[in-house]
């Protein structure tokens, strides 16, 4: 999304930012009786280490993956529309899978360790998808733009 790696690492924290809060909101919700108030139900330690965890993965495993495939999908008449919707929806398929891999071990599990990380995958997929591209990432790229602007070109004089 950005310029050079810098901009690129901002944009990287603010939309694990945001997923992660999403994604920690509704699996909290999954988990606490009913009655319990989801936001005093999280622990911030734990908010904390999950963002750098998923910070970690997508910075050094999921964007460098995703960011090769789209190369190679992708030619000059690719629009920014597909670029975005190609890199989002496999960001969130890489991130999902590693994510619900974490989770599944951190929470622990009864029976099989394959069948319980498929359930949580199912679970977190299906909100971890539209939670990307309906909120966390236009939020993400319209702060993302009003802090690094994209250059205006000048417009041609017409006669």
Known sequence: MGKN????????????????VGM?????????DSGVNVFTAIEPVTFVVI??????IDWFIAAPLVKGIVRKVSNEKTSFIQMVMMI???????MCTA????????QGY???LLAAYGHNFILNIIVALPLQILLAGPVARAIFFRIFPLPVQPQAMQV
Do not use: D, P, Q, R
């Not at 810098?6 to 945001?18: A, T």
């Not at 994510?99 to 951190?106: D, F, G, K, N, R």
């Open 5 to 20: 790696k810098f901009e690129n690492f901002i944009f990287s924290v603010m939309v694990c930012f945001l997923m992660v």
């Open 110 to 112: 009864e029976g099989s």
């Open 51 to 56: 963002f750098f965890v998923a910070l970690a």
């Open 99 to 106: 994510m619900s891999l974490v989770a599944t071990l951190i």
């Open 24 to 32: 920690t909101i509704y699996n909290t919700f999954l988990h606490i």
């Open 88 to 94: 989002s929806c496999l960001m969130v398929l890489f």
